[in-house]
């Protein structure tokens, strides 16, 4: 089973280009989405949200987040994609999605499982 990677993240972001050298490192082909080029997908948002919950996909402590001024807004998580959409800055980045599973933010010891799990039983 080999491993499909989607990372959606900025260069500028430093968990971002670490994932991206994670997976460099191990020779893993991935596919990219600068977020600074073009916005995730709402599909994509909403994968991440049934997993994770929309607190989770919030970077509160962004500059585009104080700029915004959404420290006290309350908007329910169908307006919050809108604004997530609109604003992939707000995102707490790297999403990172093999097939089915999915993480945000930094999270190598999921990442080295995947790898693991895709290189099959090494013989002794």
């Given at each position: 089973m080999?491993l499909?990677i ?27 989405a600068?977020?600074a080029v073009?916005?995730?997908?709402r599909g ?11 607190p989770?996909?919030?970077d509160r402590d962004?500059?585009?987040?104080a700029?915004?001024?959404l420290?006290?807004s ?5 307006r919050?994609l809108e604004r ?12 990172v ?6 993480t945000?933010g ?7 499982r995947?790898?693991e799990?895709s290189?099959g039983?090494q013989s002794?």
């Amino acid at each position: 089973m080999g491993l499909n990677i989607q990372i959606f993240g900025t260069r500028k972001c430093r968990d971002t280009r670490a994932a991206l050298r994670f997976f460099a490192e191990r020779r893993i082909k991935v596919h990219f989405a600068d977020l600074a080029v073009r916005a995730a997908s709402r599909g994509e948002l909403t994968r991440f949200v049934q997993r994770f919950g929309m607190p989770a996909l919030i970077d509160r402590d962004s500059r585009r987040f104080a700029e915004l001024g959404l420290g006290s807004s309350g908007y329910s998580d169908a307006r919050w994609l809108e604004r997530l959409e609109a604003e992939p800055m707000l995102l707490r980045t790297p999403l990172v999605r093999n097939g089915n599973e999915l993480t945000i933010g930094s999270a190598e010891d999921t990442w080295k499982r995947w790898v693991e799990g895709s290189r099959g039983p090494q013989s002794p």
